[in-house]
């Protein structure tokens, strides 16, 4: 099960960095911290095998949120913020989705679309603190005041891990139910093709609601790497960064190499720490 596979590296790299983001990093350790938090209250809520709406991109708050609703046996569901209203709320609507986790900044942004929502029990901004007059509005306050479990609550293999809706280029957009066992297949099957020490460093390039970002979020947890997250601005040329971050793994489509490529980026020995170039989503050009 996935659950118990990204708990067990988190215990064994617990002090080498799981996430950056601008100009912060968190570690392993508040990574799991925090998410087994998260796992916590919403058990303590009564919220059980049921689709956690994971609201927005590219903050902390979303990727404790996918790892917490994991540890609790939940199925998370991303929601792009960049959605029309529409299909934002047909979503939550045919995920049956009770639960929001967002950021502050999500939240503030999104939330004249969604707090008419009856369907919503509660929202979750794990690094939130100022709506204590909401009572649906959960917060870090509520995080820190709850007693917490130790270990991911139990799961079958054929239970779901997320549920990711299609674009509806062809009609209505379609959920579709992805497996633990799904993920820990491609998890193993990918694990020795790379060999990588932990402490490397890892892009995220792809929405949460792109599917690649599965392989970006946990085949680098559970082999020990940190998971760079590039800014909207960062991903049009991305150079730079892959230079700063000291990029180990690099995962996007190719549209981004050849944005490199046209603007005289790839020349060789252009990126020295770069051990691993994986590339998915659409074609991949012989010339590029």
Not at 45 to 71: K, T
Request: net charge negative.
């Amino acid at each position: 099960m996935v659950s118990q596979m990204l708990h067990s590296a988190m215990n064994e790299y617990n002090h080498l960095s799981a996430l950056k983001i601008g100009e912060r990093n968190i570690t392993y350790n508040s990574l799991n911290k925090v998410s087994l938090q998260i796992a916590s209250l919403l058990l303590r809520e009564g919220v059980q095998r049921d689709n956690i709406g994971i609201l927005g991109q590219r903050n902390y708050s979303v990727y404790m949120g996918i790892l917490g609703s994991i540890y609790s046996g939940n199925t998370y569901v991303p929601i792009n913020k960049k959605y029309p209203e529409r299909k934002i709320k047909d979503i939550i609507q045919d995920a049956n989705i009770k639960v929001l986790i967002c950021s502050e900044e999500d939240w503030n942004q999104l939330n004249s679309i969604l707090s008419s929502s009856n369907a919503l029990k509660f929202v979750l901004i794990p690094e939130g603190d100022a709506f204590k007059s909401d009572n649906r509005i959960k917060t870090a306050f509520d995080l820190n005041n709850i007693d917490v479990i130790t270990e991911p609550v139990s799961v079958q293999p054929s239970d779901n891990l997320y549920v990711m809706f299609t674009s509806g280029s062809t009609g209505k957009p379609k959920g579709v139910q992805v497996m633990h066992s799904n993920v820990a297949s491609l998890i193993n099957s990918l694990d020795p093709v790379y060999v990588i020490d932990p402490g490397y460093n890892s892009s995220q390039t792809f929405d949460l609601s792109f599917d690649p970002s599965i392989c970006d979020m946990f085949l680098t947890w559970y082999k020990g790497g940190s998971l760079c997250v590039l800014s909207e601005e960062e991903l049009y040329c991305p150079s730079d960064y892959i230079l700063r971050e000291k990029i180990h793994f690099w995962h996007s489509v190719p549209t981004l190499a050849n944005n490199l490529s046209r603007l005289g980026y790839l020349e060789p020995a252009s990126f020295p720490n770069l051990k691993y170039s994986v590339f998915a989503g659409e074609p991949f050009p012989l010339k590029l």
